[in-house]
């Protein structure tokens, strides 16, 4: 699987820091990741100028960043190109325009479209609707997770920081998915809890 991660919150190091962690704890000797950088399969990009940026009184416009991550794709094809978060790669008047996100959305659907990519956005859900379970709970207008194919929705269990619920609420080209339950381990690695742990912290916890 060829990867392209564009950062817009953290740095390199952070980010290779969190691929370590996240190795330890599923068992997983971290060389993996390391070689699959070294051999071009894994970008890791960060500091980035925006994808898109919108004037007073205009449409989204696309930068010359995302004209060179386009044509970065065509020359070099990947499989998955992820965008961490949609918020910080995009400069919006209003993420509540509806018009505006429906316009960079379009964008990425034909920048996937035409490099054979898949573009992952990660983008936060909005105070009133961080509970919910819907695709639409996300922050600002309905058309980004309206043009979307796929939606994965982290939700907080209850009062319990240390466990969140996995559940993809949209999968257009695919059948419904069953909830998972993750649990929060130090370093911010989350880990799948399956049916035996669940149960065994429920009646811990109890």
């Known amino acids: 699987l060829r990867v392209r991660y564009l950062?817009?919150?953290?740095?390199?190091?952070?980010l290779r820091w969190r691929l370590d962690r996240v190795c330890e704890a599923a068992?997983?000797?971290a060389t993996a990741w390391r070689d699959a950088e070294a051999a071009g399969t894994l970008r890791i990009a960060a500091d980035l100028?925006?994808?898109?940026v919108q004037g007073a009184h205009d449409a989204p416009r696309p930068t010359d960043m995302f004209r060179s991550l386009a044509k970065s794709l065509e020359r070099d094809p990947a499989d998955l190109c992820i965008i961490d978060p949609l918020a910080a790669a995009t400069v919006l008047q209003s993420e509540n325009d509806n018009s505006a996100l429906n316009a960079v959305a379009v964008s990425l659907r034909d920048l996937a479209r035409n490099t054979g990519c898949a573009v992952l956005l990660t983008h936060h859900t909005s105070k009133a609707n961080r509970d919910a379970a819907d695709h639409h709970a996300s922050r600002g207008g309905s058309a980004l997770t309206g043009a979307a194919r796929w939606v994965l929705r982290l939700i907080q269990?209850?009062?319990d920081r240390s466990r969140l619920i996995a559940g993809i609420p949209k999968n257009s080209y695919g059948r419904g998915l069953a909830e998972i339950t993750l649990e929060r381990l130090d370093k911010g690695v989350l880990r799948e809890l399956n049916g035996m742990d669940a149960s065994d912290r429920l009646i811990s916890s109890g």
């Open 157 to 159: 269990n209850g009062g």
């Open 7 to 14: 950062c817009y919150e953290d740095e390199p190091r952070v």
């Open 27 to 29: 068992g997983i000797d």
């Open 49 to 52: 100028a925006p994808l898109f």
